[in-house]
């Protein structure tokens, strides 16, 4: 059974960093796709990056230039780099995986900046 557990949220001041980190378990492959998605409450939950097996990536408009998205296939783990943090970015964060029709989700971890 795949799991992914999500790592690396916390509180931080705007204009801050936090880089978060995904580690996939249970897996003998290679997902297509990696992303970070959030949410807030009231609100869907929205794509902010995505990133392929062969390192295409995918940004929401609110974070590019901000967010760095990346992976280590041989570590089955995602990385997002987010600098320049905004109150705005405040939300639950979950790393989403596919491969073949399937699709996983981590719990998530909350990201919280203070303004």
């Known amino acids: 059974q795949v799991q992914l557990v999500e790592s690396g949220g916390g509180l931080v001041q705007a204009g801050g960093s936090l880089r978060l980190s995904c580690v996939a378990s249970?897996?003998?492959?290679?997902?297509?796709?990696m992303g970070w998605y959030r949410q807030v409450p009231g609100k869907q939950r929205e794509l902010v990056a995505a990133?392929?097996?062969?390192?295409?990536?995918n940004y929401a408009d609110s974070v590019k230039g901000r967010f760095t998205i990346s992976r280590d296939n041989a570590k089955n783990t995602v990385y997002l780099q987010m600098n320049g943090l905004k109150p705005e970015d405040t939300a639950v964060y979950y790393c989403?995986?596919?491969?073949?029709?399937?699709?996983?989700w981590g719990h998530g971890t909350q990201v919280t900046v203070s303004s």
């Open positions: 989403n995986a596919d491969h073949s029709r399937d699709v996983y």
């Open positions: 249970g897996r003998f492959f290679t997902f297509n796709t």
């Open positions: 990133i392929t097996s062969g390192g295409a990536t």
